[in-house]
């Protein structure tokens, strides 16, 4: 029995130090601070984007695919991004996030369907940001805590990858690319 104990001790040891040390998840804002190029969400948040992106499930399956639209204004330190989505289900979303620039390269966003605040960071060509998240009804109604990086390039297209996780365990991933409309920007 101990040599059993021992034996799912390691295999959880394991579990966790692959989830924690070697994932999507042991980013840090400070692996991309001497990136380039620099992402400013003024600058690379404004104007019309055009967004397409997949949503796979627990099991890495893909579970959904939308289009998305896109919106980004600023007045001085705060700003809006408004997205308007379309899934291959068929359903449609819209939400807005409230920006809000802080200290350093610190900044705050809320959204009707975000709990509390959101925490993010602007590091080098990236942006990562945690919040906690409410699905709709038609989709479960659950809270997920999430994780977005955004990662800019060189040509002005900003790839996303993001994490939802339920009581610690990937429920799922997005990932999705924002380019800006051509003559939108301000």
């Known amino acids: 029995m101990k ?11 394991a579990t966790f130090a692959k989830t924690v040390l070697f ?20 600058d690379h948040l404004s104007g019309k984007f055009a967004s397409e992106g997949l949503i796979f499930g627990p099991t890495g399956k893909l579970a959904n695919s939308f289009v998305a639209e896109m919106e980004g204004k600023w007045d001085g330190d705060t700003g809006t991004l408004t997205e308007h989505f379309t899934y291959s289900n068929g359903r449609t979303q819209n939400r807005k996030w409230f920006l809000k620039l802080g200290e350093g390269n610190a900044f705050t966003a809320t959204a009707d369907d975000i709990v509390g605040e959101a925490k993010g960071i602007v590091s080098g060509s990236t942006v990562s940001i945690r919040y906690q998240i409410v699905l709709p009804p038609e989709a479960g109604g659950h809270t997920l805590s999430a ?3 955004l990662y800019l390039t060189e040509d002005g297209v900003i790839m996303n990858k993001s994490e939802m996780r339920k009581y610690g365990l990937k429920v799922a991933e997005l990932i999705a690319t924002m380019r800006p ?6």
């Open 3 to 13: 040599l059993l104990t021992a034996f799912l001790l390691l295999v959880l040891a």
């Open 23 to 42: 994932s999507f998840r042991s980013q840090s804002p400070d692996d991309y601070a001497d990136t380039g190029p620099a992402f400013s969400l003024k």
């Open 147 to 149: 994780t977005d990086w």
């Open 181 to 186: 409309v051509e003559g939108t920007k301000p």
